[in-house]
């Protein structure tokens, strides 16, 4: 007979479900195509299509996860920010020996890893087939991991007490998961490091046993208590998200007086951020850094980055703590990474 090394007796639980930002920001994004101008109407609705492919791809992989008849607590869209740094996580799964970070890719087309670990996609048909190279979800997923090791130290490693002599290193684990069933992956030229973290999504939960079978005597065996225990930490220190869509599409240059009331109406209901808006007085008279910094005219800086309107930040763990900083409104829709400080 054979026994299995983790207790069966537990299913997996998903800590957050229900509470999907990503649904939320496209409801807000279906509601401004009535009243974004035709220039911003079209990479608004490209947006929109990226948001519900997001969506779908996060969806298989909670469907994989809650049906792994496997010990997992799991959370999915945590914003984590430490030291003027911030993190949006697609998925974290802690399981009996180690914590998975999960970074979510619903991507079309042809997926080719080079020698170099450069990811290319080869999409469209005929004459109109296109390949591009895009920015490796291997590099941004590591950062991800990365800054979740920074605020265990700075919490002076409370967790590791906890996890039986298991390294930061050995603990937390990346995962990209490839969640479009359809799209060709192939990974025969990709480093070893690169290959060992990506995986289609129908993979995924061996892949979580298997390097539980690999790190048992390493990192010890918790809990299914002290796993939920875990998890609720992290949720714990999950930031509130602030998307200023209504900035990203410049709906408020509207002139017309009816449409300018119906625009301020939906931004009410868009820019629900409960961090601190600075007044154009406050923002005027804040210090900025030495090199020029374009302003809007509510005396927020312009994202020296993308360009979109920055939003009054707060640091909420480290050396910062507490120390305030604007951030690009942008980031949790496009991931940019543009910081100005005061």
């Known amino acids: 007979m054979i026994v299995s090394l983790f207790d069966s007796r537990h299913e997996p639980v998903f800590l957050n479900e229900g509470a999907y930002h990503s649904e939320l920001v496209l409801q807000k994004m279906e509601a401004l195509q009535s009243v974004v101008s ?35 607590v799991f959370l999915h869209d945590l914003n984590l920010e430490h030291e003027g740094n911030s993190a949006q996580i697609d998925f974290l799964v802690i399981s009996p020996c180690n914590a998975f970070v999960l970074e979510c890719k619903n991507l079309v087309g042809d997926i080719e890893i080079q020698r170099d ?20 979800p291997v590099t941004q997923n590591t950062r991800h991991v990365e800054l979740m090791k920074a605020i265990i130290r700075a919490e ?46 129908d993979q995924l939960v061996e892949r979580i046993k298997e390097l539980d079978r690999a790190n048992r005597e390493a990192n010890g065996r ?20 602030s998307v200023d869509l209504a900035g990203k ?16 109406g939906v931004r009410e209901a868009v820019n629900q951020d409960p961090s601190p ?47 305030k900083f604007w951030g690009c409104s942008t980031y949790w829709t496009t991931r940019c990474p543009g910081i100005v400080t005061l």
């Open 38 to 72: 035709s220039r911003d109407l079209e990479r608004l609705e490209r947006d929109i299509a990226l948001t519900r492919s997001g969506i779908a791809g996060e969806k298989r992989v909670a469907f994989e996860l809650k049906n792994a008849h496997y010990p997992l």
């Open 117 to 136: 670990g450069t990811f290319v996609r080869t999409f469209g048909t005929g004459s109109r087939r296109r390949r591009e190279a895009i920015y490796s």
């Open 156 to 201: 002076n490693c409370k967790l590791l007490s906890r996890l039986f002599g298991a390294t930061l290193d050995n603990y937390f684990r990346s995962l990209v998961v490839l969640a479009n069933d359809k799209a060709v992956i192939s990974m025969r030229n990709a480093p070893n490091d690169v290959r060992a973290q990506v995986i289609r999504c």
């Open 222 to 241: 918790e809990s299914f208590a002290q796993m939920q225990r875990n998890a609720q930490g992290w949720l714990k220190r999950s930031a509130p998200v």
């Open 249 to 264: 599409y410049a709906i408020a240059t509207a002139q017309d007086g009816a449409k300018l009331t119906e625009v301020q």
């Open 277 to 323: 808006k600075p007044s154009a007085q406050a923002g005027a008279s804040a210090a900025v850094p030495s090199s020029p910094v374009a302003q809007t005219r509510d005396a927020a800086p312009i994202c020296p980055v993308c360009g979109s309107p920055m939003q009054l930040r707060t640091a909420r763990y480290g050396a910062h703590k507490g120390e």
